[in-house]
């Protein structure tokens, strides 16, 4: 928290005054009414929270690999992901949407979770993030599922950043099959617990 | 006859439309407002062709003035209740939604709060002040509770339509931006200001929404209001900050109201003065926090290096 001293940042005013309906500063369309509001920042939080964990997971990787011959590539990995995170960021900050009180939970345990699974080695580290970008991919698809039902023109900036994001992921999901994940002993026990998590995870992420 | 009061009618129309209130830029209620005072034109313009409905015709006036405090309500209430706007289109030829209604008997009760206290007492009063019959006060389930909910929701609005016009004066550059901790304190100020007409029944106003069934009303219309001072005030976190931040103002505004409720000095002077101290007892708090963080991260950065220095020991850091 910083109040000592803070002065306010330059804030837009355009879109507060005028842009109340899909504006092009935005990416999300202003809601019509609470119900889509709830929707929109439920699915909102709990990208959010995805991401952030993502970056956890890749941070724990670093951390144990980070000097191994791997390091690079997770690197590169991370990277993207913390774009993803800063944009998501922006996202919440700009539709004030509330941030899942659970972010210290997905912090640790995704700093474990990565961390604990690069001890098994290079395979193990690439397992993890078979196990995981298969998860969020699938939970991105979903989403989009539920965007085009509703009406694909009125989120088309929304589809536009969350078709990307899946993409990266699905990217993600390739290097680590690519990188002898399945190579790994275990691989199905450690991959299906892993993804029975992140389905909690999302879950309780949507509600708290 | 029924052309001189015709005449007199719109002459009264007229007179009370062109003292609304302008459009102010809220966050969201913008083209709520605007579609309102669409309608709001509309029922005019019906109500002057329709003679029969006598019992609105003295709304018409009041209608314009209240027609800004209530979308703004409707915008805040569209969360809460779940009565669709398409029965807005319906019904809006020939009389407004009973939000609308409700909205307006409430406000014209809070003149008669002095008198009666937060009663059903009040609200018959101003239902008869709007000119419908004190029975339709039947329609306040909730009774004082919904007087003491529309007030609050009412202040909410005020406050943030008052928040929104010092920052477009800001990004307009006519006035500087405030310290965090001065903007928390004005922001505060103004909304406890809004209580002092309603001081010596206020106890019993804060006893009703202490009651079971408005604590999750009550709840939200709190954590909106600190919610909106913070999104003013410039944050725009997204993590743990988020809570904490919200955490401190609402137990700042809660004990700086339950301070006002005893204070006795002049214009509230030392309730001021104990807000004043709080909020530099949160800054100094902001302050140790951050020192500790520092110390947090120095004290890791310790333990990384023992951990790095294990692994040296070990021969883990090797090159693979």
């Not at chain 1, 144990?64 to 590539?73: F, H, I, K, Q």
């Not at chain 1, 993803?84 to 539709?95: M, Q, T, V």
């Not at chain 1, 949407?97 to 640790?108: D, G, H």
């Not at chain 2, 008198?115 to 306040?140: D, K, P, R």
């Amino acid at each position: 928290m910083n109040l000592a001293g803070m002065s306010l940042p330059k804030l837009p005013v355009l879109k507060d005054l005028f842009c109340n309906s899909a504006c092009a500063y935005g990416v999300v369309p202003a809601p019509r009414d609470g119900e889509e509001k709830e929707m929109m920042h439920r699915m909102l939080r709990v990208d959010h929270a995805g991401e952030y964990g993502a970056n956890r997971i890749y941070a724990g990787q670093m951390a144990v690999l980070g000097r191994s011959r791997t390091g690079p590539l997770i690197q590169q990995m991370w990277d993207q992901e913390k774009k993803h995170l800063s944009k998501f960021n922006e996202i919440l900050a700009e539709n004030r949407v509330r941030p899942t009180a659970l972010l210290p939970l997905w912090n640790l345990s995704g700093f474990v979770l990565g961390a604990s699974t690069a001890l098994l080695g290079k395979e193990g580290a690439m397992a993890c993030t078979v196990a995981v970008e298969e998860s969020i991919s699938e939970h991105y698809n979903s989403q989009i599922r539920a965007l085009m039902e509703s009406d694909p023109e009125r989120y088309t900036e929304l589809l536009q950043v969350i078709k990307e994001f899946r993409d990266d992921e699905m990217d993600h999901h390739d290097t680590g099959l690519e990188h002898d994940a399945e190579s790994l002993p275990g691989y199905w026990l450690l991959k299906n617990a892993i993804q029975l998590g992140c389905k909690a995870a999302i879950y309780v992420s949507q509600r708290v | 006859m029924a052309a001189l009061l015709r005449g007199l009618r719109a002459g009264r129309l007229l007179r009370g439309l062109s003292s609304g209130k302008t459009v102010v830029a809220a966050p969201t209620s913008t083209t709520l407002q605007c579609s309102s005072l669409r309608r709001g034109f509309h029922c005019a313009a019906l109500r002057l062709k329709d003679e029969s409905k006598s019992e609105k015709h003295s709304a018409s006036s009041s209608y314009s003035s209240s027609s800004s405090s209530s979308t703004t309500h409707d915008a805040y209430t569209s969360q809460q209740d779940s009565d669709p706007s398409s029965g807005d289109q319906e019904q809006d030829e020939e009389y407004e939604t009973e939000e609308q209604l409700q909205a307006r008997i409430l406000t014209a009760a809070l003149e008669f709060v002095p008198l009666h206290g937060w009663s059903m007492e009040a609200i018959s009063a101003g239902a008869e002040a709007v000119g419908l019959s004190s029975a339709s006060t039947g329609m306040f389930t909730n009774g004082a509770g919904d007087l003491v909910l529309h007030f609050i929701s009412q202040c909410n609005s005020n406050l943030t339509e008052i928040l929104a016009e010092q920052h477009n004066q800001v990004q307009l550059g006519q006035v500087e931006p405030k310290k965090t901790a001065d903007f928390l304190r004005d922001a505060v100020e103004t909304r406890l200001r809004m209580y002092i007409p309603y001081m010596e029944s206020w106890p019993q106003a804060m006893s009703i929404l202490l009651l079971p069934h408005n604590i999750p009303d009550s709840l939200k219309h709190l954590s909106t209001m600190v919610d909106d001072i913070w999104y003013y005030a410039g944050d725009r976190s997204t993590d743990m900050n988020w809570y904490t931040k919200r955490a401190v103002l609402t137990g700042l505004y809660n004990s700086t109201e339950l301070v006002m409720l005893q204070d006795s000095s002049p214009d509230f002077q030392d309730t001021w003065t104990f807000l004043d101290n709080r909020i530099q007892d949160v800054t100094n708090m902001a302050v140790t926090a951050k020192q500790m963080q520092l110390t947090g991260e120095a004290v890791a950065q310790g333990l990384m290096g023992a951990a790095v220095t294990l692994k040296n020991l070990t021969g883990l850091n090797q090159k693979r």
